[in-house]
């Protein structure tokens, strides 16, 4: 892999409310070391892989995961097949125990195949771990999920939530990367992706600079932070974040959450209706499109629409669950016209 020079800035945290003021809000990702290192589920991982999973089998109620699987060929980097027409790994609902066993079959392979389960709800598929194995003074909203696996190699993506990623069992190694790296990260497509979201598409842990000469600008931006069990790191939103598992047996907890309203949409709608509607304009027409985005979106404050009087602001007032609601009925009958 390639040498990064930045690592991320470090803070010593002890697991109690305060210390979510130390970090919501931070534009800049932070290591916390040791956050969950009492966690009953990184003291059995300490022992042993079979002392970790059989910590987790005690609350295995027979639930179904999503799985990956790849061969030994992908050493571990689950990504696109050669023309881009599929995946070079194989998707299958199972029984989280499969996993667990396929784990300890393989942990002393060093060419073993790749299993990888991501972003699975906690409280379904393992349900009562958080009982000893939380994080307190989140938002109470905030998402947990778990992501286990081997040696895998997780393309850069971004995530629009903030994020919190703890990892008990193993070792992870994050590069992450400003989201104003995006045009030299050489995103894929928006649609069809490995799990939703869009990836870039440079092998980050041995990348051609032929093929992507801009990636050695993103590189020199990027940061770099490696966690032992009992380590966590806070992510913020829309930061690129490439996530090699580095032991035979790694387990990850983490928790998303958004200071923005559930009822708002997802931002990656208005820029695929944007792809629709706005980037085959003439030239003249985009800009002066993009200065009708800056005077109502980006650069928008209470000045935009204050000579209208307030019961005529419509979608110009403030968003609420109402006007949301609203604005969505609008957006589907234009749509469907």
């Known amino acids: 892999m390639p040498t990064i020079a930045a690592t991320v800035r470090e803070l010593e945290v002890t697991d109690t409310p305060e210390w979510r003021t130390v970090i919501l809000g931070s534009t800049e990702p932070l ?136 990892v008990a069992v193993g070792r992870r190694r994050f590069t992450l990367f400003p989201p104003a790296e995006l045009p030299n990260l050489y995103p894929g497509p928006l649609e069809f992706t490995p799990a939703g979201q869009q990836i870039s598409l440079v092998d980050v842990t041995d990348p051609d600079f032929e093929r992507y000469p801009r990636f050695a600008v993103a590189m020199r931006n990027a940061r770099v932070a490696e966690l032992a069990a009992g380590d966590a790191l806070y992510i913020p939103g829309m930061w690129w974040h490439h996530v090699e598992g580095l032991a035979a047996c790694n387990v990850l907890i983490n928790y998303w959450w958004q200071s923005t309203p559930a009822y708002l949409d997802a931002p990656v709608n208005a820029l695929l209706h944007a792809l629709l509607s706005l980037r085959a304009l003439p030239p003249a027409q985009r800009t002066a499109w993009r200065g009708f985005f800056d005077h109502y979106v980006f650069a928008a404050d209470d000045t935009a629409a204050a000579h209208i009087p307030e019961r005529g602001r419509g979608a110009l007032g403030p968003i609420d669950e109402t006007r949301a609601r609203s604005l969505r009925a609008l957006l589907l009958k234009q749509l469907n016209r």
Not at 86 to 92: C, E, I, K, S, T
Not at 121 to 131: E, F, W
Not at 140 to 155: F, K, Q, V
Request: charged share 20%; glycine share 8%; hydrophobic share 45%.
């Open 31 to 166: 290591v916390l070391r040791g956050l969950v290192a009492h966690w009953p589920l990184v003291q059995a991982g300490t022992r042993s892989i079979e002392a970790a999973l059989a910590y987790l089998r005690g609350y295995y109620r027979n639930a179904t995961v999503g799985a990956w699987f790849g061969s030994p060929q992908i050493r571990g980097r689950f990504f696109y097949n050669e023309d881009y027409s599929g995946f070079n790994f194989r998707a299958a609902m199972v029984k989280l125990d499969a996993v667990f066993d396929e784990l300890e079959r393989h942990q002393h392979e060093t060419d073993a195949p790749a299993v990888y389960v991501g972003s699975t709800s906690i409280d379904t598929c393992l349900p009562g771990l958080r009982a000893q194995n939380d994080v307190a003074g989140l938002p109470a909203d905030a998402l947990a999920s778990i992501w286990l696996g081997n040696r895998t190699r997780i393309a850069a993506h971004f995530d629009m939530p903030d994020n919190l990623a703890c």
